[in-house]
């Protein structure tokens, strides 16, 4: 073993057995007063709530509040007064030992808070169900933390607003996320389906996806997880590296699953369009009880959702037919009505006598109806193809998830926990054609055995033996995406005591995601090439390949491409196929911490936390037989093989270090460090220090400096070449051009590595009761940053001076764009700077209305981004503010505000939200003429009603409607990561729980 390496175990290992024999006294819950809100419902997911609000351990006996309801609890309160407010009602008691809030019977003796896993002793452990609150940024669980990185938490009640159809949606609308990938922004690729989350749009790689606290399989698709089983999720809105690995740099969201549901949960959904198109409907269940007389517990749950998506474009006249054209004085112009001149359905004759002629289906000639003719290869107005009639607006999904976890306590201080996950996602939908037009326009020979009589007649008159043809092939070549990725994944976790305050956490987890991905519908090149070259048999006078003159055993088949409609289905079958592609993921990652509090300070206990994981992962791709011979004309899949191991140590400790002094009333030092040893680019350190101080009641700052990283991951290293077209408008030619893409991955990246800054206040004023108030800076600058360039991207930094990028661009003899490399590269920096802010503001309804009961709450939450750059060392391009076009890069608005203000009573509630995205430009890398876009202001509306279905039974009945005014897009925004496509939409649904 290498000294370095002998080195890094010695210190791993001392460290964990110097936190092992240390020995520490009880903690006391923090009884500083916090803002909490918990409404009206079951009284054991109330306590969840409220336990997760406090950030405290909440130990109740599940028997004795299952079937109890309560009235719910908002205001600035202490931790105890809270949870007795919220037990008015009951003859259930609280109070606080160890740490943690105990609620019992007043008789119920044997109740102790040793009864909890991590508590110092007991014999009741079934009869007790634990909460266990993690602070998403740090690795202490330690009740009344403060951590000093921002935190925002969503209960399932937040998550539901809008009726989205999963949580990564639900979270794009809050402001400080990007749709980088969604169903509306995934159109013209295959990540349609899936469903990351992009936060501060640094890319989806670089923000962490947890559940409860651990990584998953599926590459982070919050697709795979069902909503039904889903009990809040803590955005961390800055670097965790130090506590959760490689990948943290933008930070982390993580996913609290419900583990002790009692009883049972159903629900439905229907929702469609205000023009009654894009329908969607959604089924979910639940079912949860305790087992072995209360020693286990076990919950499982099921979601199925069908979206018809919005297909074809052109569904949305408003959206579809757009281009950024040359205005013929050196800028462009945002274009509506466009469609394509070099090509036409059935096939358009492009030179010779007969130049301008379109097909007919019967194979007769037409004029073709030319609009205002730009480039040469598109034109406004007329009457040409285009594919927006054709590929969707927004993707079809079709997906079910389940999930199963269940524990069992071993002992009094031990539980074992078994995670369970499926889900299969699937669908199929037009994606491209593959034409001919531009380079690959056909030449048409006069003895060609399905051209018409007339035509060869012509061509005989004009002396012409020739012709080239350009053919939109919707007809016969029009490629489909037809996939399925599935997801299973089991955790094994054991988490216990040790005695003297110190607990211990440990699991394994196994996953597998397989895709299967097949499009068929791509020309085969040889082919097509033989089979377009036909003439009459001298023999039989049938039409016969060219070929078959020389080669008589040959399989070729004749195609007979004048007039949309013509090809036979033998022709068909022979010239086009289907690229392929299998590929299998593996995670497999396995992990033991222990946290303790081995020291007491006059201000304090300090608490630790030390760790070890290791993690492996493995992806393998097969492509078709014929993707690997080339076989097909502009797309084919291809194989890979790689995977990489990681082995990492990590620390944290807290140390409080003034307490109840004026001016410093609550001041805390907290630090991690991690190393991250991989196989493939070595070892790597990543860090974090911050504080905390309260300077006056309920006024509170926080502030932070961390060094986070992110690894290359497997796509980005092996994935080997992928083909595909896209428009780019080329700013040194001043053309729109249809260029061929191969995208790719590269083995030769580096790490990155992120300095990220964040500090803040957070004030809950003391007079008035209800609100809360916080303010982050944060300021993210990467180094060494990989990034996928988008294809239009590439060209644009390379008409800025890139030459390294120029060298991924093939031009023609003209000098027009052929081919784009877009594969990952390491960029020298990136940066983003800007201010988070929260309002959240709870009173009685009373106090508007004073007969009225429930609640009233408005919550805002706003970013604001100050800069958002790349630069690699000759060009610096900003993205504030360019945020309308889908293809030139991360793109971002510099203000978005979400504002909801919300009812909440017994009976009904109602809650109503606006979106705001401020004014920019569609693409601010190209000069645009109509590049401005106006600020844009979207209304939701939400109402709901509960009552009995049946006794002991609670029914929700709910509506929704999303942009609500039905507000239009701007220009040219599809596959917009911002702006809403569709317009008015409705959702009705209802919730049984019994």
């Known amino acids: 073993m290498p000294r370095s390496n002998r080195l890094r175990s010695s210190l791993i290992h001392a460290a964990i057995l110097a936190a092992l024999s240390a020995l520490s006294a009880p903690i006391a819950i923090a009884a500083e007063p916090r803002q909490v809100e918990v409404a009206a419902g079951d009284l054991a997911d109330a306590l969840d709530a409220l336990a997760r609000q406090f950030d405290v351990n909440a130990i109740y006996p599940a028997r004795q509040v299952r079937g109890l309801r309560t009235e719910g609890v908002s ?31 007043p008789d119920d003796g044997t109740a102790t808070p040793g009864a909890a896993i991590g508590a110092t002793s007991g014999n009741a452990a079934t009869n007790l169900d634990t909460v266990q609150v993690r602070a998403s940024s740090s690795r202490l669980d330690r009740p009344g933390f403060d951590a000093p990185t921002p935190t925002t938490s969503l209960s399932a009640q937040d998550l539901a ?59 982070n698709d919050l697709n795979t997880i069902p909503s039904v089983m889903v009990q809040g999720a803590d955005i961390v809105t800055g670097g965790a590296s130090a506590a959760w690995g490689s990948g943290a740099v933008s930070g982390v969201v993580n996913i609290a699953i419900d583990r002790t549901f009692v009883g049972t949960k159903l629900g439905t959904q229907f929702g469609v369009s205000d023009r009654g198109d894009a329908s969607e409907r959604r089924f979910e269940a639940a079912f949860g009880r305790e087992l072995f007389g209360g020693r286990g517990h076990l919950v499982l749950g099921a979601e199925f959702l069908d979206n018809d998506g919005l297909v074809p474009r052109s569904r949305r006249p408003d959206v ?30 492009l030179s010779g006598a007969l130049a301008g002629q379109a097909f007919e289906p019967d194979g007769s000639l037409r004029p073709f109806e030319y609009g205002r003719v730009v480039g040469g290869t598109q034109m406004v107005g007329g009457n040409g193809p285009s594919a927006d009639h054709f590929s969707p607006l927004v993707t079809p999904q079709r997906r079910y998830a389940t999930m199963g976890t269940a524990y069992f306590d071993l002992t009094d201080d031990t539980r074992l926990t078994l ?58 070549a029009y490629a489909t995406i037809d996939f399925q990725r599935k997801t299973t994944e089991a955790t094994l976790a054991i988490d216990g005591a040790l005695g003297a305050g110190w607990t211990w956490r440990s699991y394994y987890t196994h996953g597998e995601y397989r895709q299967d991905m097949r499009n068929p519908g791509f020309l085969l090149r040889d082919n097509y090439a033989r089979a377009v070259d036909s003439v009459l048999s001298p023999t039989t006078g049938q039409p016969i390949c060219r070929v078959a003159l020389t080669d008589p055993t040959t399989d070729c088949v004749p195609i007979n491409l004048f007039g949309s409609g013509s090809p036979s289905a033998e022709a068909i079958a022979y010239v086009t196929g289907a690229p392929t592609q299998e590929t299998l993921i593996k995670l497999d990652a396995g992990g033991l911490s222990l946290q303790g509090d081995p020291w007491t300070l006059p201000a304090g206990d300090v608490s630790v936390a030390l760790g070890v994981e290791a993690r492996r992962e493995w992806q393998q791709s097969t492509a078709g037989a014929l993707d690997t011979a080339g076989a097909f004309r502009s797309f084919s899949h291809a194989s890979m093989f790689g995977a990489f191991r990681v082995k990492e140590a990590f620390g944290e400790i807290l140390v409080p270090l003034v307490r109840d002094v004026p001016g410093l009333n609550k001041l805390e030092f907290n630090a991690a460090a991690r190393i991250s040893d991989y196989d493939t680019t070595g070892s790597i350190w990543s860090w974090k220090a911050g504080a905390t101080n309260e300077f006056l009641p309920g006024l509170r700052a ?49 790490p990155e590595e992120a300095d990220t800054t964040t500090f803040g206040i957070a004030w809950t004023p003391q007079f008035t009761e209800g609100l809360d108030i916080s303010i982050d800076y944060f300021d993210i600058t990467i180094n060494d940053v990989i990034m996928s360039l988008g294809v239009q991207e590439v060209v644009n930094r390379c008409a800025r001076g890139n030459q390294v990028l120029c060298g991924r661009i093939t031009r023609d003899a003209n000098g027009s764009i052929e081919l784009i490399r877009s594969t990952p590269v390491n960029l020298a920096q990136y940066k983003t700077d800007g201010i988070d802010a929260e309002i959240l503001y709870t009173f009685p309804a009373s106090r508007l209305v004073p007969s009225a009961g429930g609640r009233v709450q408005w919550r805002a939450l706003a970013t604001w981004i100050n800069a958002l750059t790349t630069d690699d060392g000759e060009v610096k391009l900003s993205y504030v503010g360019s945020q309308g076009s889908a293809f030139s890069g991360p793109g971002i608005p510099r203000l978005r505000v979400t504002n909801t203000l919300a009812y909440r009573g017994d009976t009904f509630g109602a809650n109503l939200r606006a979106r705001y995205i401020s004014s920019g430009n569609y693409n601010s890398a190209v000069d645009i003429v109509n590049n401005h876009i106006g600020s844009v202001t979207y209304f939701d509306l939400g109402m709901s009603m509960r009552t009995a279905a049946f006794a002991d039974s609670d029914l929700e009945l709910y509506a929704n409607i999303n942009n ?23 959702s009705v649904g209802a919730r049984l729980r019994f």
């Open 75 to 105: 205001g600035l309160l202490e931790p105890r007064a809270a949870f007795e407010a919220l037990l008015d009602g009951t003859s259930l008691d609280v109070t606080e030992e160890n740490g943690s809030i105990l609620i019992r019977l």
């Open 964 to 986: 609500l005014l039905d507000k239009g897009p701007p220009a040219s925004s599809a596959f917009s990561a911002y702006y809403d496509v569709l317009g008015r939409y409705y």
């Open 161 to 219: 607003v809008g009726g989205r159809p999963n949580i990564a949606a639900a979270l794009n609308d809050l402001p400080q996320f990007r749709a980088g990938v969604s169903p509306q922004t995934t159109g013209t690729n295959t990540d349609a389906g899936s469903a990351p989350v992009d936060l501060r749009a640094l890319g989806v790689n670089r923000t962490l996806v947890l559940i409860d606290g651990r990584r998953f399989s599926s590459t």
């Open 419 to 476: 995670d369970v996950r499926h889900s299969r996602m699937y669908n199929d939908y037009p994606w491209f054609g593959d034409h001919n037009r531009g380079s690959t326009r056909l030449r048409i020979s006069a003895d060609n055995a399905f051209l018409p009589t007339p035509v060869r007649d012509a061509l005989a008159a004009a002396g012409e033996s020739s012709f080239q043809m350009g053919r939109f092939n919707s007809d016969f």
């Open 702 to 750: 926080r502030a932070t400096r961390s060094r986070d990283i992110r690894s290359a991951n497997l796509t980005e290293l092996f994935t080997t070449a992928l083909t595909g077209w896209n428009n780019v408008a080329d700013p040194i030619t001043g053309q729109t051009v249809q260029a061929q893409v191969i995208s790719g991955g590269n083995p030769g990246l580096t």
């Open 320 to 349: 579809a037919g757009w281009a950024t054209l040359p205005d013929g004085n050196g800028r462009f112009v945002l274009t509506h009505g466009v469609s394509i001149a070099d090509a036409a359905y059935g096939g358009l004759i």
